[in-house]
């Protein structure tokens, strides 16, 4: 089946520090791959993409490269700010079936 | 309108309402979709419209749960008899023409007591 398995947080950053959240996929085929990011109050919005194997998708200073050996799209930020904090979701998308699985999400706190 | 407007924002209901959320997407978004999220966990999948044909609504939880979109473009999701376990946030999400670019609303938070 196709499913998403990301890092439990919640993840608590001093500003500046360096940001991981480890995501792995299980997937048939050949998935896109989706980092979801939802300030507080609002919808989940877009924060960057790869449709293929070894794609780096980058948005913000945020970045994630599709690795298909380790099934996995970590999301990176060199140096987090406030504003960052968020709940990021990462997802897969199936053509076939037009539909979205998302992981359970990582609370994101940056601490000035 | 400018993105996908969801309404009521909160609703409170008591076991065993009944409950319509409507959805309001982007205009010309062929593609819509209702999501569910419980508290702590990421969205689940409820079911996908495409204009007014409903595709696809195997992420339904039970025959206590209906969408339409009789007109492809506003949605609601109807739920009969509401349960404690239907407590969470629906979100709702519209794209151009199908495919992974998907704008969601803000959700509506749906509280059964």
């Known amino acids: 089946g196709n499913s998403v398995t990301q890092m439990e947080g919640p993840v608590t950053l001093s500003e500046e520090a360096f940001l991981t959240i480890n995501c792995t996929y299980t997937?048939?085929?050949?998935?896109?791959l989706f980092w979801y990011v939802q300030y507080p109050g609002e919808g989940l919005q877009l924060l960057l993409k790869?449709?293929?194997?070894?794609d780096k998708g980058s948005n913000k200073g945020f970045e994630a490269t599709y690795r298909k050996e380790t099934t996995s799209f970590h999301l990176e930020k060199g140096s987090v700010q406030v504003s960052d904090s968020a709940v990021y979701f990462c997802a897969l998308f199936r053509n076939t079936g037009n539909q979205f699985y998302f992981g359970t999400g990582t609370s994101l706190t940056v601490i000035p | 309108g400018a993105g996908v407007s969801q309404s009521p924002r909160y609703k409170v209901a008591k076991r065993g309402q009944d409950v319509a959320l409507r959805c309001d997407p982007i205009?010309?978004?062929?593609?819509l979709f209702w999501y569910q999220q419980a508290l702590g966990q990421g969205p689940e999948f409820l079911t996908y419209f495409q204009n007014e044909a409903q595709l696809d609504k195997s992420g339904l939880p039970s025959d206590r749960f209906f969408a339409e979109r009789p007109e492809g473009s506003v949605s609601t999701l109807k739920i009969q008899r509401t349960q404690q376990e239907d407590s969470a946030v629906y979100l709702c999400?519209?794209?151009?023409?199908?495919?992974?670019?998907?704008?969601f609303g803000s959700g509506t938070q749906l509280s059964v007591l």
């Open positions: 997937a048939t085929g050949y998935p896109s």
């Open positions: 205009s010309g978004h062929v593609s």
């Open positions: 790869a449709t293929k194997a070894d």
């Open positions: 999400a519209s794209s151009l023409a199908g495919g992974d670019k998907l704008f």
